[in-house]
């Protein structure tokens, strides 16, 4: 059985609230905003497995992850944000997977990135191994991935 967001929105089961999504295939749902704290995902099919996204989009280095960035797009910069060659940026990053934009350091493929910009410098960055658990891959991602800490490497010069 397919589910659509306004399904998994609106379903409540009787035992009080909680979707049971049990081995349902979600690999057409769109999932923007559904609210699936309290769904049973066991043994879903067609999630998207944010290990899967980053090994598949991501250049991996000894280091950790290659991403990128650019600055004043939507919100502005922080003040205690330094952007220079490897300064360490940091936010609070919002865990919700069924949420493409909100806080965190928004970063992307080098695709995303350029497609969504203005002429602004774009930014090459590293996402450090022991930061991956502070990186969130939204399930309808385009491209774009929030993280709460990243290295600034330098300016891309593509």
Same mark, same amino acid.
């Given at each position: 059985?397919? =589910?659509?967001? %306004?399904?998994?929105?609106?379903?409540?089961?009787?035992?009080?609230?909680?979707?049971?999504?049990? /081995?349902?295939?979600?690999?057409?749902?769109? &999932?923007?905003?559904? /609210? &699936?704290?309290?769904?049973?995902? #066991?043994? $879903? +099919?067609? &999630?998207?497995?944010?290990?899967?996204? &980053?090994?598949?989009? =991501?250049?991996?280095? +000894? +280091?950790?992850?290659?991403?990128?960035?650019?600055? !004043?797009?939507?919100? *502005?910069?922080?003040?205690?944000?330094?952007? +220079?060659?490897? #300064?360490?940026?940091? /936010?609070?990053?919002?865990?919700?997977?069924?949420?493409?934009?909100? $806080?965190?350091?928004?970063?992307?493929?080098?695709?995303?990135?350029?497609? !969504?910009?203005?002429?602004?410098?774009?930014?090459?960055?590293?996402? %450090?191994?022991?930061?991956? @658990?502070? @990186?969130?891959? *939204?399930?309808?991602?385009?491209?774009?991935?929030?993280? %709460?800490?990243?290295?600034?490497? %330098?300016?891309?010069?593509?």
């Amino acid at each position: 059985m397919k =589910f659509n967001r %306004e399904y998994i929105i609106n379903y409540i089961d009787e035992e009080g609230g909680r979707a049971n999504l049990r /081995e349902a295939d979600l690999s057409e749902a769109n &999932l923007r905003e559904a /609210e &699936l704290r309290w769904a049973d995902l #066991s043994g $879903c +099919k067609g &999630l998207l497995s944010p290990i899967d996204y &980053l090994k598949e989009n =991501f250049e991996k280095t +000894k +280091k950790g992850y290659i991403c990128y960035k650019i600055f !004043h797009t939507n919100y *502005p910069v922080p003040d205690y944000w330094k952007i +220079k060659e490897n #300064s360490i940026i940091t /936010e609070v990053v919002n865990p919700s997977r069924t949420t493409n934009c909100t $806080c965190g350091v928004n970063v992307g493929t080098l695709k995303w990135v350029k497609d !969504h910009n203005d002429g602004d410098k774009i930014w090459k960055c590293l996402i %450090e191994w022991e930061w991956l @658990v502070g @990186v969130v891959v *939204p399930y309808n991602t385009d491209g774009k991935i929030r993280c %709460e800490k990243v290295r600034l490497l %330098e300016v891309n010069k593509c």
